[in-house]
């Protein structure tokens, strides 16, 4: 019986200020492919909708943090 099963990619990294343009390099790296992603349960409350999220982690310094940009499966860019 063939496997199914749907496949996902998780990515949590996070690069000091001056480091930037390596969070820059890899969105767009990974943008073209946000098109070829599926929702799984669209519309309903258990929703799973894939995204790539650039935002200021204010963690290491224990302050909030900030969301710059969100791109979302089905929905492109919407932040």
């Known amino acids: 019986m063939p496997d199914?099963?749907?496949?996902?990619?998780?990515m949590?990294?996070?690069f000091p200020p001056e480091?930037?343009?390596y969070?820059?390099?890899?969105?767009?790296?990974?943008?073209?492919?946000?098109?070829h992603g599926i929702?799984?349960?669209?519309?309903?409350v258990n929703e799973e909708r894939g995204f790539i999220e650039i935002e200021?982690?204010?963690?290491?310094?224990e302050i909030d943090c900030e969301i710059l940009a969100r791109w979302e499966v089905g929905r492109g860019r919407v932040l």
């Open 39 to 44: 929702v799984i349960n669209e519309g309903k």
């Open 56 to 61: 200021r982690c204010g963690h290491r310094l």
């Open 12 to 14: 949590d990294l996070n």
């Open 19 to 21: 480091a930037i343009n």
């Open 23 to 35: 969070a820059d390099q890899i969105r767009d790296a990974l943008a073209p492919f946000i098109q």
């Open 4 to 10: 199914e099963r749907d496949f996902r990619i998780r």
